[in-house]
T-cell receptor
């Protein structure tokens, strides 16, 4: 089945620092790729997505590029804020076989941003 | 438009007890899913449904039952609770032509 390897946390940064959270995946076919974010005490929310190779998803200053050749979808932000403190999940959505339409979540990366 | 709602928010059970976690959505979404979230393991799919009357097993279905008698509701039943079912449970929904899943706020379950 599909699988995801996400950068282990926790990640602790100072405000305005550069953020990278690595994500690589294995999946059959051509999955769509997602980053979800979970703020403290809440459910998950979609942060950004990319549906085909070389697509760049972006939202709230975060970006991630679908790299089919390296099966990666790394999350980046140029200048983090305290309000970005959350848990971030990488999740490919299967496009074939028994994985079709199903999200596979990474283990999550805890980000804490200090003032 | 309330989105995806879950009740209760918190629950404590004794081993062997049964209970139902409720999930409802008001967006007329065809797809609904139940996940459990455990530390260091991300979210794992328990059961899902692609429409009223249709359900299927996910990655970790043992010990859980679901039914989907209406589009809006997708309850998750624990038949005989075990400490291994201590977790945070999330319900999610999406429409058939959308990429985005909408998640409920979660139910934190403790089994002693």
């Amino acid at each position: 089945g599909d699988s995801v390897t996400q950068m282990e946390g926790p990640v602790t940064l100072s405000e305005e620092a550069f953020l990278t959270i690595n994500c690589t995946y294995t999946a059959t076919g051509y999955p769509s790729l997602f980053w979800y974010v979970q703020y403290p005490g809440e459910g998950l929310q979609l942060l950004l997505k990319a549906t085909k190779a070389d697509d760049k998803g972006s939202n709230k200053g975060f970006e991630a590029t679908y790299r089919k050749e390296t099966t990666s979808f790394h999350l980046e932000k140029g200048s983090v804020q305290v309000s970005d403190s959350a848990v971030y999940f990488c999740a490919p959505r299967g496009s074939g076989g028994t994985s079709y339409g199903k999200l596979t979540f990474g283990q999550g990366t805890i980000l804490t941003v200090h003032p | 438009n309330a989105g995806v709602t879950q009740t209760p928010k918190f629950q404590v059970l004794k081993t062997g007890q049964s209970m139902t976690l409720q999930c409802a959505q008001d967006m007329n979404h065809e797809y609904m899913s139940w996940y459990r979230q455990d530390p260091g393991m991300g979210l794992r799919l328990i059961h899902y449904s692609v429409g009223a009357g249709i359900t299927d097993q996910g990655e970790v279905p043992n010990g859980y039952n679901v039914s989907r008698s209406t589009t809006e509701d997708f309850p998750l039943r624990l038949l005989s609770a075990a400490p291994s079912q201590t977790s945070v449970y999330f319900c999610a929904s999406r429409s058939g032509d959308s990429y985005e899943q909408y998640f409920g706020p979660g139910t934190r379950l403790t089994v002693t």
